[in-house]
């Protein structure tokens, strides 16, 4: 058989490679899929059913080679709200939804736009939800009694702050040894598993030391069941969907956040590209199949990716094998979970929201004192305190204003004129003073991007320097980048305002992007095709052969080097014996432009 494509070149040797990971990554995989389940709110045989449909599903649809899917430690504040405000088959259809709409995305190729999140708000609500998780765990890990979940964090610590004198000393000592185990063993022994031999000894313990002194997942949400997931259909009306968009949608960008990450993540350690529209569409596919067997949404895993990575993957097979694992598992040894203690499984979910912090970035963020670090803190503290959907929603327009802002300060414009003392007589603003200034010709150096947070700075600063009321106009474009709509607004105003009273308006050195915008819009024609130039000094050479000599006659500004000739004889000067002041006299370095027909 030849395979091709992602299994191009595929034999017996890697299929051993893949069937290893797969094993290591599935053992693995069943705490955390247990856990994130308890902690959304759901059962736990929820977590395991998603693993295993999600997890084969996202393998072998999705674009990246590496990537293992599963319930994931991001989701659970959001799952979690949503089971508790809506109920857990409202759980299924949104995240049903945010599967249908994951596939839009892939199909409508916006995988590249997600990754244009800022980084300090991903770095924000990220550790937000860190601290969301593990906060969420202190309960279990102290084993208190009578606590009732709430879903903001302030309720929560007054939960357990209330309840504190019912910490269970069994409780306790079961998580210490779970969290014992996990810290210590992956420095003795880095390959074995240490969530789940964590998750076995503890439970072994607790199980023949203090039966019945602690709650277990059995005594908490009931039996596992040691048997596949049954197909089930949710009662979808219009108006559950209507009301359900909001937290789909949440659950969808989130789902697609997450999955390129952790596809980032596995081409950084592979060398590999994924395709992000494919993943988007993988992950689509994934989320509308697995509520109908029960299960809550998932997402591509960075830490499982990795270690699937690390343990010798190949292909999609390990993950289609971890999957595999997991429902071998789930029919096997379901009945003996119901004995593994809620405290077991607090320090494993407080390893995760410890790893998923990314507490080194966000320190090193803060310590730049940027607008970036405000964006950071924001959505960090939105995130704990409100909600993850506020906390973006908040984060995004923030980061987009403060970006508009800096660019916006990115925008010089500068009144030049030619340095003398200067080899190629480089036009400088310092030149530009009393006394020594063109009446007739006001030039300008416009920096920076034209665009509609600084089109009003570029049109004011022009303007309101043009009381002498010059007869040519000379604008050196050629650092300006981009221009948008606005910006030519703004430029197109500028223009009429010049020819209104008579004047000319010159442009030098006009980029590609902004000359196309110029063209389209009709300003190019307006402004007139002889009115371009490539470089300053052409510009300039058309400026000084359109002088009214007679008010060159007696003008002691003496601006340009033709102008000593110019105030005493008031006559046009001899471009062919002009010592300089041509396209190397203006020492400008502009981008050439063809010229335009």
């Known amino acids: 058989m030849k395979w091709t494509g992602r299994f191009a070149e595929y034999h017996a040797a890697a299929f051993r490679k893949d069937l290893l990971s797969g094993l290591i990554v599935g053992i693995i995989a069943i705490p955390l899929g247990m856990a994130f389940a308890i902690a959304s709110g759901v059962q736990p045989a929820y977590g395991l059913y998603t693993t295993i449909i999600a997890g084969i599903l996202i393998s072998l649809l999705g674009g990246s080679k590496f990537q293992i899917g599963g319930p994931t430690g991001a989701f659970i504040p959001i799952l979690f709200a949503i089971v508790m405000q809506y109920g857990y088959e409202n759980l299924l259809i949104a995240g049903l939804m945010a599967g249908v709409m994951l596939v839009i995305m892939g199909a409508l190729r916006l995988g590249a736009l ?3 999140i800022p980084r300090p708000v991903t770095l924000g609500f990220t550790a937000g939800i860190a601290v969301t998780i593990f906060s ?3 309960a279990n890990f102290l084993g ?26 069994y409780s306790l000592l079961t998580a210490g040894i779970c969290l014992a185990v996990i810290l210590v063993l992956p420095r003795l022994a880095p390959k074995v598993p240490a969530s789940l031999l964590g998750l076995i000894l503890s439970t072994l313990i607790a199980a023949f030391l203090f039966k019945g002194q ?5 005594s908490a949400f009931g039996a596992i069941p040691s048997a596949l997931p049954r197909f089930n259909l949710p009662d979808m009306t219009w108006e559950r969907i209507i009301t359900l968009i909001p937290p789909a949608f949440v659950i969808a960008m989130l789902g697609g956040i ?3 990450l952790s596809a980032v993540v596995a081409d950084g350690m592979t060398g590999t590209r994924h395709n992000s529209n494919r993943e988007l569409i993988g992950q689509g596919i994934a989320n509308i199949v697995t509520p109908l067997f029960g299960g809550i949404p998932a997402t591509g895993a960075i830490a499982r990716t990795a270690t699937n990575i690390k343990s010798g993957a190949v292909s999609p097979i390990s993950g289609v094998v971890h999957g595999i694992v997991v429902l071998l598992v789930l029919i096997v040894f379901a009945p003996y979970a119901s004995h593994v203690p809620l405290a077991s499984m607090a320090p494993i979910l407080m390893i995760v929201a410890w790893n998923m912090s990314e507490r080194k970035a966000f320190v090193h963020v803060l310590k730049t004192r940027t607008s970036d670090s405000i964006v950071l803190v924001i959505t960090f503290v939105l995130t704990v305190f409100t909600s993850l959907t506020t906390a973006v929603e908040v984060g995004l327009v923030l980061a987009a204003l403060l970006f508009v802002k800096r660019m916006s300060d990115i925008m010089k414009v500068a009144k030049v004129l030619p340095d003398p003392s200067h080899k190629h007589e480089k036009v400088m603003p310092h030149m530009v003073h009393e006394g020594h200034d063109c009446p007739q010709v006001s030039m300008y150096t416009i920096e920076g991007p034209l665009f509609f947070g600084a089109a009003d700075l570029f049109e004011k600063s022009i303007t309101d320097t043009l009381h002498q009321r010059p007869g040519i106009l000379l604008l050196r474009m050629g650092k300006v980048p981009f221009m948008d709509t606005t910006g030519e607004s703004n430029l197109a105003s500028l223009v009429k305002h010049f020819q209104n009273q008579g004047g000319k308006v010159l442009l030098a050195g006009v980029q590609s992007q902004p000359l196309e915008v110029l063209q389209r819009t009709g300003l190019y024609s307006r402004i007139g095709q002889e009115h371009f130039f490539a470089h300053t000094g052409e510009a300039i050479d058309y400026a000084l052969l359109h002088l009214n000599s007679k008010q060159c006659i007696g003008c002691k500004h ?5 102008c000593a000739a110019l105030s005493q004889a008031g006559l046009q000067p001899d471009m062919n014996q002009r010592s300089g002041v041509g396209q190397k006299s203006a020492g400008v370095q502009q981008p050439v432009f063809a010229a335009p027909k």
């Open 558 to 562: 003496l601006a340009f080097r033709e």
């Open 258 to 260: 997450e999955s390129l």
């Open 214 to 218: 602690i709650a277990t997942i059995g």
């Open 136 to 138: 969420g765990q202190i």
């Open 144 to 169: 208190l009694s009578d606590i009732e979940k709430h879903e903001d964090f302030i309720s929560n610590m007054k939960e357990i702050g209330i309840h504190i004198t019912t910490l269970n000393v």
């Open 114 to 116: 997600i990754k244009f």
